[in-house]
């Protein structure tokens, strides 16, 4: 199994939005609903934001959204605000009860 | 409020073995997955294996079986992540969480893990 792939750095301005891409297969991102995205903060605990591919978790603003099409998930964040800038992180379920995670993207807010 | 607290920070040395705790409050410990997460320094997440600590079922990544040990002990609501014998490549970040579908609805603070003669 390879790491789910993830740009390594993506930037916005305030007020702006960006989308973060999550490349997989059909094993994994592909066959299933089920990717999840995650925010972590340095030196903090990862938080779920998206989970089952366009599900916000509790308390996490509508200027996150999460998307599929194909083997390719999709974060998007719009209304940039400074507090977004983190690390993000894709997960699937990639069959036999295991899950695969992204590289991790660096999100800037300049 | 569901929590999830991790033991404290480990120094080892190359060869020693180790576990590391994580115990669950708020929710039925039995009914839920945890799975185990490695963050290396300056690294990304790297999914482990889950119990269901209901049954001990147990599941690994192919990159870590055979390397780790995943158990808990249904009657603490405490699952276990161990190692037999430590190498400098272990030195990670290692977090717990909550399975509720597929998602890791709720994390660990983390346990610091650090090999080094």
């Known amino acids: 199994q390879s790491a789910l792939t993830q740009p390594r750095s993506v930037s916005g301005s305030p007020g702006q939005s960006v989308t973060i891409s999550c490349t997989g297969t059909?094993?994994?991102?592909?066959?299933?609903?089920?990717v999840s995205w995650y925010q972590q903060h340095p030196g903090k605990a990862p938080k779920l934001m998206i989970y089952d591919v366009t599900k916000r978790s509790s308390g996490v603003p509508d200027r996150f959204s999460g998307s599929k099409s194909g083997n390719t998930a999709s974060l998007t964040i719009s209304g940039l605000q400074p507090e977004d800038e983190a690390d993000y992180y894709c997960?699937?379920?990639?069959?036999?009860?295991?899950?695969?995670f992204g590289g991790g993207t660096k999100l800037t807010v300049l | 409020e569901v929590q999830l607290v991790q033991s404290g920070a480990e120094v080892k040395k190359p060869g020693e073995s180790l576990k590391i705790s994580c115990k669950g409050s708020g929710f039925s410990f039995t009914n839920y997955w945890i799975v185990w997460v490695r963050q290396m320094p300056g690294k990304g997440l790297e999914w482990m294996g889950i119990?269901?600590?209901?049954?001990?079922?147990?599941r690994y990544s192919p990159s870590f079986q055979g390397q780790v040990t995943i158990s808990a002990d249904k009657s603490i609501s405490t699952a276990y992540l161990q190692w037999s014998s430590l190498k400098a490549s272990d030195t990670a970040m290692y977090y717990c969480?909550?399975?509720?579908?597929?998602?890791?609805?709720?994390w660990g603070q983390g346990t610091m893990v650090t090999v080094s003669s």
């Open positions: 059909s094993s994994d991102v592909g066959g299933y609903n089920y």
């Open positions: 969480a909550r399975k509720l579908s597929e998602e890791m609805a709720n």
């Open positions: 119990i269901y600590p209901g049954d001990s079922d147990t």
């Open positions: 997960c699937s379920y990639a069959r036999t009860y295991t899950s695969l």
